[in-house]
């Protein structure tokens, strides 16, 4: 096995584990928030753009979305070998990871708004992080039927 995969694995572990302790921790992080009142016309507006939003930036940007950082290329390629870094970003699967965080983040953290303090603003928050994830998802399945396709 190689160190990247392992890496790899640390990273996708630690993020999923992440998203769900910040879903569920929702409720408190808004607790401490004050907003007043969205209208109903306002809270849909966001969530659509949002929605909107991540769709047409994924898409349109048609590459894999971290690889172009010429600084960290430079340096794993100088270190590791020429398309070290490109190797890396490919396997990492970044969209992929995007998306199921986005969906245990929103998902959990929805169901703790729900089950809890019912904060409007907690709504928004899960809201916004489903909308951007859907987004993602429908931007990275266009890419397969029109590519290049979104890793």
């Known amino acids: 096995m190689k160190i990247s995969s392992l890496l790899i694995g640390v990273f996708w572990v630690y993020l999923l584990v992440d998203s769900y302790r ?68 490919h396997r990492l699967r970044p969209i992929a990871l995007s998306i199921i965080c986005g969906l245990i983040l929103g998902g959990f953290g929805l169901h703790a708004i729900h089950t809890s303090t019912m904060n409007p603003l907690g709504y928004l928050l899960s809201g916004i992080f489903l909308a951007v994830t859907a987004g993602l998802l429908i931007a990275q399945l266009l890419s397969f039927r029109y590519p290049p396709a979104l890793r």
């Open 22 to 89: 910040q879903g569920v921790a929702l409720p408190e992080t808004v607790a401490i928030l004050t907003l007043p009142t969205i209208p109903g016309a306002v809270f849909a507006t966001i969530l659509g753009g949002s929605f909107v939003f991540a769709l047409t930036l994924t898409f349109s940007i048609r590459i894999r979305l971290i690889e172009d950082l010429p600084l960290l290329t430079r340096l794993l390629d100088g270190r590791f070998g020429e398309g070290t870094y490109k190797d890396f970003n």
